[in-house]
């Protein structure tokens, strides 16, 4: 079955860019989706088809899927960019595949 | 307004059944794929299952697979989920989620789910 690796978390500097990964083989082949999630809410779509914004998503948030990666790029990160981040592609047969999620910390 | 709100949810003996709803309002329910997707406490996401506009289709992940069962009606603007043989290991939040698709041509293009609902818990315990 697919499965898509992700770090287990990624820190980044106030202000600065935060990049978190997306892994699997060929994954440049298939389109990938990011979601957001803070403590206690629902997550929340926030990059579709490898690289674009829903209405509503900053235009910090860009999105990139070549190879054997996808990169979901938060430029000049904020406080209210903390917050688990998940990738997720579409698997044969109509399935859904999650990436084990990341924790991004702004510090 | 869209949304999505969850309901059912609660403490159920190893073993045990229990129906979760989804209330849809605010878009035209019966035009989109529908998912269930959970997450057990302080771990990821995992997609549950899904079900095709007029039901015709579901698809599961392949744990739930003859225990669960997804369903729809879409005159009361609902979706469903059956849990059966409920496990210690079914313990989590589990949300509804729309799915974004859009017909050019003769392609589908999927834009990933759009709109979540704020989750129900269920918790398997004796």
């Known amino acids: 079955s697919y499965e898509l690796t992700q770090p287990l978390s990624v820190s980044v500097a106030l202000g600065q860019t935060a990049r978190i990964t997306c892994g699997e083989n060929n994954v440049g082949s298939k389109n990938v989706y990011w979601y957001q999630q803070k403590p206690g809410q629902a997550p929340v779509l926030v990059i579709y088809r490898d690289s674009n914004r829903p209405s509503g998503i900053p235009e910090r948030f860009s999105g990139s899927n070549s190879g054997n990666t996808a990169t979901l790029t938060i430029s000049r990160a904020q406080a209210g960019d903390e917050a688990d981040y998940y990738c997720?592609?579409?698997?044969?047969?109509?399935?859904?595949?999650f990436g084990g999620g990341t924790k991004l910390t702004v510090l | 307004e869209v949304q999505l709100v969850e309901s059912g949810g609660g403490l159920v003996q190893p073993g045990g059944s229990l129906r979760l709803s989804c209330a849809a309002s605010g878009f035209t329910f019966s035009s989109y794929w529908m998912n269930w997707v959970r997450q057990a406490p302080g771990k990821g996401l995992e997609w549950v299952a899904n079900i095709k506009p007029d039901g015709s289709e579901k698809y599961y992940v392949d744990s739930v697979k003859g225990r669960f069962t997804i369903s729809r009606d879409n005159a009361k603007n609902s979706l469903n989920l059956q849990m059966n043989s409920l496990r210690a290991e079914d313990t989590a939040v589990y949300y509804c989620?729309?799915?974004?698709?859009?017909?050019?041509?003769?392609?589908?293009?999927?834009?990933?789910?759009?709109?979540w609902g704020q989750g129900t818990t269920v918790t398997v315990s004796s």
């Open positions: 989620a729309r799915d974004s698709w859009d017909r050019i041509g003769e392609e589908y293009y999927y834009y990933g789910m759009d709109v």
């Open positions: 997720q592609v579409w698997d044969s047969d109509s399935h859904v595949v």
